[in-house]
């Protein structure tokens, strides 16, 4: 892939998302259990906080 634009690539990201939320969960459980808990992984926290120029 050459050079796409950051936000095709997020938005592939995104659209493919979509698709394995629905599904029952595979291999790596922690992210995916989060998000149907409705809670946060250590891994989502921490991006959360290390992004600079917004309330984290």
């Not at 939320?21 to 808990?37: D, E, F, I, L, V």
């Not at 946060?40 to 290390?50: D, L, N």
Request: aromatic fraction near 2%.
């Amino acid at each position: 892939m050459t050079m796409r634009s950051r936000r095709a690539r997020t938005r592939k990201m995104r659209k493919s998302m979509k698709r394995t939320k629905a599904r029952k969960p595979t291999k790596p459980t922690g992210m995916s259990r989060a998000y149907k808990q409705g809670g946060t992984t250590a891994t989502a926290v921490s991006r959360k906080h290390s992004r600079p120029g917004r309330a984290a």
